[in-house]
């Protein structure tokens, strides 16, 4: 009687246990994925980068920004990288992704590792190898990043609504959305460091010059010789010029966004928020003081990795994409 009710017992217990087992495996990316398969794909990558870079350095900042963008929104599976179709809007055309740019960056690395390895190499991988990249080319520090990822099938505009956060967010909205993806408020600080390269459109910022609180007024919080020179590059209602966010060194991935930000020159509120949380604040003032980029490089560095391995798709979920802006 007791040895069949244990043998009764045992077996969901076990069959739990294998399911356990079998989905941790399947959360994770791994180091040196493509080596038996596919053993040049980062090779492949990083020499594509370099000739894009070449030729247009400003494509950094849009292809490190997709890498977050993806990620953010339902895991890194480049939903991003999926066009819109006429049932839907896909998310690269959300207003949340406004200047996004670089699809076609994407899509011809995938061609080239296509002829050399097909059906291998994930889109989703290839954001994250190009963001490494970007941020490599751009004089910022190189990291081995793990690898695995697979593709999803659905990329829907309306998912970035509470998955984005907006450039007008306060302190406490910016940790709700990086602790929803498991990230900690030190990588929320040191991926805001990837505002030291690239640019931003008017339409971002305006409202902290023209209109903050709906009155006519400016943001007090910004510093006020930063905001008449963003004032002489946006014009009132002018929302699609683009300003470099860290001007004077926004093709150079380095320190200077820290000591913007701590001197109230940061762009959007959400880079100023920063300064309204003692963690946060510690970090921006410490980099912004720092002699060397190490400890921000190194930082920078595990913050990518972990944000590499929000929702991934592994083992058997998710699909390798012949081409990056369709389902198969
Ligand atoms: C902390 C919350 C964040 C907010 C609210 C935010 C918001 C924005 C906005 C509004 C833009 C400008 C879009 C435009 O007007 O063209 C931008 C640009 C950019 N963002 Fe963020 N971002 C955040 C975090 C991140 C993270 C985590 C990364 C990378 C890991 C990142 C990388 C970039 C880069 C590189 C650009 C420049 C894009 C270009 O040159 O076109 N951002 N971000």
Known sequence: ??????????????????????????????????????????????????????????????????????CFVAGCEASILLNSTEKYVAEKDAPLNIGLRGFDVIDAIKVKLEKTCPGIVSCADIIAMVARDSVFLSQG??????????????????????NLPPPDSNITLLKAFFTKRNMTVKDMVVLSGSHTIGISHCLSFSDRLYNFTGKGDMDPTLDKKYATMLKSLCKPHDLMSAVDMDPGSSGRFDLRYYKLVSKRKGLFVSDAALLHDSETKAYVERQAKAKTAEEFFHDFAVSMINMGKIGVLTHQKGVIRKNCAFVN
């Open 141 to 162: 520090p190189y990291y081995e990043i793990p690898l695995g990822r697979r593709d999803g099938n659905r990329s829907l505009a309306s998912d970035t609504l509470g």
């Open 1 to 70: 009687m007791v040895s069949q009710d244990f043998s009764k017992n045992l077996f969901p217990l076990a069959l739990v246990l294998l399911l356990l087992l079998f989905s941790s495996a399947e959360a994770h990316v791994t180091y040196g994925f493509y080596n038996d398969t596919c053993p040049h794909a980062e090779a492949i990558v990083i020499r594509e980068m370099a000739k894009v870079m070449a030729k247009s350095p400003r494509l950094a900042g849009p292809l490190l920004r997709m890498h977050f963008v993806d």
